[in-house]
């Protein structure tokens, strides 16, 4: 599965974190571009099941100008994952439903880098005292997240900006200015003149590695 730009696979999740006393929790439902690494859409609820999955999926495919079979959506095998109104939803709207393959762990892996951004975040707290401030408190990481984190996988732009076509013009002004430095100081860089790290062409989720196949390359990490 391969995305090309963004708004081609979004992937999806839900994460428990941890409410006032042992065995509370609230749900984080989250939904990420793979190739903007923007996150598309969250919401928070005291449980998880397939009528909230259906509301929240829909909800945030509303939010974009998606074209009839643009769009695939990938998950683990979760229950409201799978659940039946939710793949009818996708299919009505022009959705294509992609799920893990069975008992393999790793198949999600943006998702999955997302919620260890989250929860090794430096003001993630260990348990929230109500929902209203868990909710709080995830307003301000996916502001941080979408607006000002700067991600290794896009050439250090926000998700923002690669996900709104705004990372290509800002690559060349980076490119103009370590382009400056090399001419007034060519005597500071041993080989050549910098660059800023490119943008990604592709991206996969199970990306081919037999050398035969005409893709073959080593998989896209989140």
Same mark, same amino acid.
């Given at each position: 599965?391969? !995305?090309?730009?963004?708004?081609?696979?979004?992937?999806?999740?839900?994460?428990?974190?941890?409410?006032?006393?042992? +065995?509370?929790?609230?749900?984080?439902?989250?939904?990420?571009?793979?190739?903007? *690494?923007?996150?598309?859409?969250?919401?928070?609820? +005291?449980?998880?099941?397939?009528?909230? !999955?259906?509301?929240?999926? @829909?909800? #945030?495919?509303?939010?974009?100008?998606?074209?009839?079979?643009?769009? $695939?959506?990938?998950?683990?095998?979760?229950?409201? =994952?799978?659940?039946?109104?939710?793949?009818? =939803?996708?299919?009505?709207? +022009?959705?294509?439903?992609?799920? #893990?393959?069975?008992?393999?762990?790793?198949?999600?892996?943006? @998702?999955?880098?997302?919620?260890?951004?989250?929860?090794?975040?430096?003001?993630?707290?260990? *348990?929230?005292?109500?929902?209203?401030? !868990?909710?709080?408190?995830?307003?301000? /990481?996916?502001?941080?997240?979408?607006?000002?984190?700067?991600?290794?996988?896009?050439? =250090?732009?926000?998700?923002?900006?690669?996900? /709104?076509?705004?990372?290509?013009?800002?690559?060349?002004?980076?490119?103009?200015?370590?382009?400056?430095?090399?001419? *007034?100081?060519?005597?500071? /860089?041993?080989?050549?003149?910098?660059?800023?790290?490119?943008?990604?062409?592709?991206?996969?989720?199970?990306?081919? $590695?037999?050398?035969?196949?005409?893709?073959?390359?080593?998989? !896209?990490? +989140?």
């Amino acid at each position: 599965m391969v !995305a090309e730009g963004p708004n081609r696979v979004w992937s999806w999740d839900i994460s428990k974190l941890k409410g006032p006393v042992k +065995g509370s929790y609230y749900c984080l439902y989250t939904v990420v571009d793979i190739y903007s *690494r923007y996150t598309v859409g969250w919401m928070l609820a +005291g449980h998880e099941n397939k009528e909230l !999955a259906e509301q929240f999926l @829909s909800s #945030s495919i509303a939010k974009y100008t998606i074209g009839e079979g643009q769009l $695939t959506i990938h998950s683990d095998r979760g229950s409201p =994952m799978v659940a039946e109104n939710v793949a009818q =939803m996708m299919s009505n709207l +022009g959705v294509t439903k992609s799920h #893990s393959r069975p008992k393999t762990s790793n198949d999600n892996p943006f @998702s999955e880098s997302q919620y260890k951004t989250l929860k090794y975040r430096h003001s993630y707290p260990d *348990r929230f005292g109500c929902i209203e401030d !868990a909710r709080a408190w995830c307003e301000d /990481f996916f502001d941080w997240y979408n607006l000002a984190h700067r991600h290794s996988g896009i050439g =250090m732009h926000t998700p923002f900006d690669v996900h /709104f076509g705004l990372a290509d013009q800002l690559r060349e002004m980076r490119a103009d200015v370590l382009a400056s430095v090399y001419d *007034r100081h060519p005597e500071r /860089f041993v080989r050549k003149a910098p660059e800023p790290p490119k943008l990604p062409g592709t991206v996969w989720i199970n990306k081919p $590695t037999d050398p035969r196949h005409p893709d073959a390359e080593i998989p !896209a990490q +989140g």
